[in-house]
């Protein structure tokens, strides 16, 4: 399905490509706290936690960004609202790190927070997580602006990539309103890829390609199967059908079982689906951010003309590299691909 010249291929095509990037941005904080400090609070004599330290990193599309930097994607341009806050500003700095990220697309809003996850590390025990997030619907204007910028966008976009990360209904960047007009745009330009992810929605998203996990697309898609044993398999070959693109249903370490869109009036488009096997792994994993990773490997392969199965088997490569990182969320920069790509084929 791969050879070493298509992976070859990707990687020096992608320096020339620009791919967009939709959804939820977040920062992801850690606050690093040395034990040794701990103070008692005068005002309550609870044990004040001493910071010494904090990080800082683009999650959920920022996770996306951060892929599609690492293996070499020449322009990318994320479509978001972060708040104008202190945690929006932490964000746009640490976007700022990566030359290849153009950050025009990403505007302000007086009355929305920046989603955030801080994690207080106290030594190496993670405490609670705060989580920042917006719990009121999109404002209509922010969705116009969202639609706006896509649309400005949208011609010199190689690919598309949609990240809808929050589970509050209409509370992130892809509301209906955005998720409707993006099925337009997609319906008049076929040949664009665009591929969606969504913790809940997938089953509501037309003329893209889908990219659910076996949860998500079991708990999305509302159609009810004959057999339960393959009600993941059923039910993406049924989204492919609903939305005239393939689906690519990752499944964890075993494949990623294709389906290729139905047969349509007045097209030979067959029907079917492909099953592109994972490139397995010994040792230990953390698959914190391997779909992210898939994604970002799947958009290269089809911004560089690899067929929807190549695709798929280029995103299980790199996720098999970035799940190899443990206890950061991984990325696989060319070096790494082409070494593990050496590897898997002894
Ligand atoms: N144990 C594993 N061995 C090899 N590859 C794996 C393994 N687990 C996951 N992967 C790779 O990661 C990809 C994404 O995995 P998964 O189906 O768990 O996605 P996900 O649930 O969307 O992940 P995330 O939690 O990051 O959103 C798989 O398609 C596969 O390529
Ligand atoms: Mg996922």
């Known amino acids: 399905m791969l050879t070493a010249q298509l992976v070859d291929h990707i990687l020096t095509t992608i320096p020339g490509r620009t791919v967009g990037v939709l959804g939820d941005l977040f920062l992801d904080r850690y606050l690093d706290i040395d034990p040794a400090l701990n103070e008692p609070s005068v005002e309550t004599g609870l044990t004040a936690y001493q910071v010494v330290g904090v990080r800082s990193y683009p999650g959920a599309a920022g996770t996306v960004i951060n892929n599609l930097a690492a293996l070499g994607v020449g322009h990318i ?173 990752t499944r964890g370490e075993k494949d990623i079982f294709l389906p290729t869109p139905w047969k349509r009036e007045g097209t030979t488009e067959g029907s079917g689906a492909t099953v592109v096997p994972t490139y397995p792994v010994s040792g230990p994993i953390d698959i914190c951010g391997a779909g992210d990773s898939c994604s970002a490997g799947i958009a290269s392969a089809m911004v560089s003309g690899l067929t929807h199965a190549q695709a798929a088997a280029f995103g299980n490569l790199v996720a098999s590299i970035t799940i190899q990182q443990i206890g950061v969320t991984g990325t696989a920069p060319p070096d790494l691909v082409r070494k593990r790509w050496n590897e898997v084929n002894k």
């Open 77 to 249: 341009y994320p479509i978001a609202c972060i708040g104008d806050d202190g945690e929006g500003y932490e964000l746009r700095q640490a976007l700022g790190k990566m030359p290849a990220v153009e950050q025009g697309g990403i505007f302000l809003s007086a009355t929305r927070r920046t989603p955030t996850y801080t994690k207080p590390m106290l030594g190496k025990e993670e405490l609670n997580r705060l989580d920042i997030k917006n719990r009121t619907p999109t404002p209509e204007d922010i969705q116009d602006r969202v639609i706006a910028l896509l649309d400005e966008a949208w011609p010199r976009l190689d690919a598309l990539l949609v990240l809808d990360q929050v589970s509050e209904e209409d509370c992130g960047v892809v509301t209906r309103k955005v998720r409707d007009h993006l099925a337009q745009l997609a319906e008049r330009d076929p040949a664009k890829f665009v591929l969606a992810d969504s913790r809940e929605q997938i089953g509501l998203f037309r003329n893209v390609c889908a990219k659910p996990n076996e949860r998500e697309i079991c708990e999305a898609v509302d159609w009810c199967p004959w057999d339960e044993e393959r009600e993941a398999q059923d039910k993406a070959l049924a989204l492919a059908h609903a939305t005239g693109r393939h689906v690519f249903l």
